[in-house]
């Protein structure tokens, strides 16, 4: 019988909804259609009678045209790289470290000469370079090996100068060596700072502060001998001593050395290292070396 305000209808789809909530019915629409349920089969064990010839499972068709190949191995995915991706990666990657050498070096100099070798870790690199600890190590084997680095980096920038061919006479090879030096130090103050200081003495690092002793005493020797030759040629003043001179122009280097690292931005900025360097030299050859 009907209700109040039913429909024969209404009624008809009342009863297949509860019965599609029971009998596992699936509704589309305002038709009910029938989802049969299925007894899920149980597979035979492998060995037993109920396999297929083959060793396939029954009921279980392989498409012939994929065969026993996975779905996930294309070609594309499993292919060895071909010779010319492997070399662009190889080149990638030897870009990435040509930046990032560079960078660790210039932070490592950066760290020894302001808080000594002590500081100098991984951690305190990566978070310096903008790079993990780990990634350090990519593009350097060691600790020592990165400081290694730092003291190569110094003697070419120190030294580059005095390795060039600076002509025969002495004279002018002492005020080349001056410029260039006096420039070197105020283009890179954390060098000033490690040529002043005994951080690789305190830290332990003793072949590196060795090294370091060898700096100087390479500078002392190209001094010495220009001014040797300078006094040979009767161009020092009478009673000028060569070693008295060779220690005048070492101070006024590491005097400028030691100003160099306290200038501010605005000071470094309007700074002329090479004007200053060749006054200095133009006053001290006055009192040093006979007039021409």
Known sequence: MLGEGETEGDGEIGEA??????????RTGIRMTIKPQRTPKKRAAPGRAGQAQGGK???????????STPLDASPEKNADPSPRQSQSQSQSRRQRTEVRRPQIVLSATRILATEGPRKLTANRLGQDVGISAGAIFRHFPTMDAIIDAVLERMEELLFEQLDADLGSDPLQRLEAFFVHRMTCLAKHPEIA????????TQGGASDQAERLQTFKKRTQA???????EAQAQGRLKPNTRTED??????GAVLAFAYQTPGLRAQERTQFQPEALARRLFRAMRNGLFVDE
């Open 245 to 250: 001179a060779a220690l005048l122009i070492v």
């Open 193 to 200: 700072r490690l040529l002043l200081s005994d951080q690789f």
């Open 57 to 67: 499972a029954p009921g279980r068709r392989q498409n012939p045209a994929i065969g």
């Open 222 to 228: 190209f001094i010495a001998s220009a001014l040797s």
């Open 17 to 26: 909804v509860d019965e599609a909530a029971t009998t596992g019915y699936e």
